[in-house]
């Protein structure tokens, strides 16, 4: 009896745990209006060998999907992998006109501005090999939208 209660009580510990690894994340507007709401789950704790493996290939420059940072701006699909990065990043604009401005700009975490550049379709890659271990914040302008992701370099 008292084997079965504790394998019980194992057995629904692991399953609070299974489902708490997910966060939910509202974005506002400046009236405090809720503009987004962007569900973010955490995996498995992993070395940082498995994250190298995952990560870029600089000398070719290709862009591999792992667990991308996905989100809706307008009519716009944007996807930043990897994040966290070891300093090469690609973002992917997918919907936008061809006549549409889109500007990146890469800001510390205290708000100074390290890099701005103009984004195209398809994936356009960010080297933020000069820049020390630490979270960053990657803004994305179209006209009046504004989205902004928070990064991480190790």
Same mark, same amino acid.
Do not use: H, W
């Given at each position: 009896m008292k084997k079965t209660t504790i394998l019980t009580i194992?057995?629904?510990l692991n399953v609070v745990f299974l489902y708490a690894q997910c966060s939910v994340e509202y974005s506002y507007d400046?009236?405090?209006n809720r503009t987004e709401r962007q569900?973010?789950?955490?995996?498995t704790i992993r070395s940082a060998e498995e994250f190298i493996e995952e990560d870029l290939d600089v000398d070719?420059?290709? $862009?591999? @999907?792992?667990?991308p940072?996905?989100?809706?701006?307008?009519?716009?699909?944007?996807? $930043?992998? @990897?994040?966290p990065t070891r300093g090469l990043i690609g973002v992917e604009i997918e919907g936008a006109c061809e006549t549409d401005v889109l500007m990146l700009t890469v800001c510390s975490i205290g708000g100074k501005l390290l890099q701005t550049e103009v984004l195209?379709?398809?994936i356009n890659p960010i080297d933020l090999f000069g820049y020390a271990n630490g979270h960053y914040i990657l803004q994305i302008n179209s006209g009046n939208s504004r989205k902004e992701f928070k990064l991480i370099k190790y």
């Open positions: 194992v057995f629904l400046y009236a405090g569900v973010i789950c955490l995996g070719d420059r290709n $862009i591999q @999907p792992s667990e940072v996905m989100s809706l701006m307008d009519n716009l699909n944007i996807r $930043i992998t @990897p994040n195209k379709l398809g």
